[in-house]
C-alpha cells in the first residue's frame, strides 16, 4: 500500500494577505493616512498603479491593488476595464501571466477560473515544475511559487506534490535553493502553447537573486524574469519553502536554519551568503516564509524594525533601498509583509 499523500497546508496567498493586514491594524491613524495618501498619488487615471514611471504597470498593479484591499478600497470597475486590455494573457510569460490572474482576482474580475486554469497549464512542465515562458526550462522554485498564488487565486492547487518535488530537485549545495535544478527539464510543456514573455529589464534595484516572493511584473520597468544562481538565494529559498509547506511538506529545519543563517544581526536579512548588505525584500520573503512554516521572528526584533523603517519615506511609502529617495507600492508591500511577520500572535 501506498503512502498517503501529505495534507495541504492553508493557502498561501491569504496567509500572506493576513501577515500584511495584521501591520497595517498595527498602524497609528497618522501612518496609516499617509500610506492611503501614498497609494491615491501612485494611482493611474485608468485605475491601475504606476511602477518606477508614470506608467500604468501590471507588476506594480498587483502589489497596488492588494494594498487598496487592506486598506478598505473595493473593487473599482476602472480596474477591471483596464485588465481586459491584457484579453487571455496570450503572449505573457509566467510572471506576468499570475500577475495578470492576481490583478484579476483582487478585481473581482475572473468570470471562469477554470479556464484561466487552463492557460495557466500552458506554463508546467511533465515533471511537475513550471517554467517561466511557454517552451522554457524549468524556472525552479520562484515559478513554483508563482503558479502557486496564481492557482490559488484560481481555485485550489493542482498536483501540489508534484510541484514540491521538482523544487526538491533545485537545493544548491550550501543548504538552501537556487533558481532552477542542475539538470533543467527540457521537455515540451503539458498544455496549449504560445509565444514566449517578452523579456524584462532590470531596474537595478535588486539583483535577480533578489526575485519577488509574492507577485509578479509587466509593463514599463519590470523585474529580471526569474532568478537563475548556483548559490542559495534567500528569495529563492523562502519560496521553496512555501510550495513545500503548501504541498504539506514541513521544510526540513536545516533549510529553515538556512534562512535564519542569513539574517544579518545589525537588522534585515541578506539576499545571500555573499550579499554585502541586507535588502528588503530579502527580508519580507523570509519572515514570511518562516512565519508559514511555523517558526517566530528571531529575537531580539527591534534592529529588523528599525532596518524596515529606514525604508520609509516622507510620502507614506516604502523605498527599496536605504538610500533610494523613491518609494513605491511593490516595496510598501514588503514593508507591511515583513513588519506582519514579525509581530503576528
Request: aromatic letters at 6%; hydrophobic letters at 45%.
Amino acid at each position: 500500500m501506498s503512502a498517503p499523500s501529505p495534507s495541504p497546508a492553508p493557502p498561501a496567498g491569504p496567509r500572506m494577505l493576513a501577515l500584511a493586514a495584521g501591520a497595517a491594524a498595527l498602524l497609528d491613524a497618522d501612518a496609516a493616512d499617509g500610506l492611503r495618501r501614498f497609494l491615491r498619488g501612485c494611482r493611474t487615471a485608468d485605475g491601475a498603479f504606476r511602477g518606477r514611471t508614470a506608467a500604468s504597470d501590471l507588476y506594480y498593479t498587483s502589489f497596488g491593488l492588494a494594498l487598496a484591499r487592506l486598506f478598505g478600497e473595493t473593487p473599482d470597475a476602472r480596474e477591471a476595464a483596464w485588465l481586459r486590455g491584457f484579453g487571455d494573457g496570450a503572449g505573457l510569460d509566467l510572471v506576468h501571466f499570475a500577475s495578470l490572474v492576481r490583478c484579476l482576482a483582487l478585481a473581482d474580475a475572473l468570470p471562469d477560473p477554470a479556464a484561466w486554469r487552463r492557460r495557466l497549464a500552458g506554463f508546467r512542465l511533465p515533471d511537475g515544475s513550471w517554467a517561466a515562458s511557454r517552451g522554457g526550462p524549468s524556472g525552479g522554485p520562484y515559478a513554483a511559487f508563482l503558479a502557486l498564488l496564481a492557482m490559488e487565486d484560481l481555485g485550489g492547487a493542482d498536483d501540489p506534490d508534484a510541484t514540491a518535488r521538482s523544487v526538491l530537485a533545485c537545493r544548491s549545495p550550501d543548504g538552501g535553493f537556487r533558481g532552477a535544478p542542475s539538470n533543467p527539464a527540457s521537455a515540451p510543456r503539458v498544455g496549449p502553447g504560445g509565444s514566449p514573455g517578452r523579456a524584462q529589464d532590470s531596474e537595478g534595484i535588486s539583483p535577480p537573486a533578489d526575485q519577488a516572493l509574492d507577485a509578479p511584473p509587466l509593463g514599463g520597468a519590470s523585474r529580471p524574469a526569474l532568478p537563475i544562481v548556483s548559490a542559495g538565494a534567500t528569495s529563492v529559498t523562502a519560496a521553496a519553502v512555501v510550495v513545500l509547506s503548501a504541498a504539506g511538506r514541513a521544510a526540513p529545519r536545516e533549510i529553515l536554519d538556512w534562512l535564519l543563517a542569513r539574517r544579518d544581526p545589525r537588522g534585515g536579512w541578506l539576499g545571500g551568503a555573499d550579499a554585502p548588505a541586507p535588502d528588503l525584500l530579502s527580508t519580507a520573503v523570509a519572515l514570511a516564509a518562516l512565519r508559514i512554516a511555523g517558526r517566530t521572528a528571531p529575537d531580539p526584533v527591534e534592529p529588523d524594525v528599525d532596518f524596515i523603517e529606514r525604508h520609509m519615506r516622507p510620502g507614506g511609502g516604502f523605498a527599496g533601498h536605504p538610500a533610494d529617495p523613491v518609494a513605491d507600492v511593490e516595496y510598501t508591500w514588503y514593508a507591511l509583509l515583513a513588519l506582519g511577520a514579525i509581530f503576528a500572535a
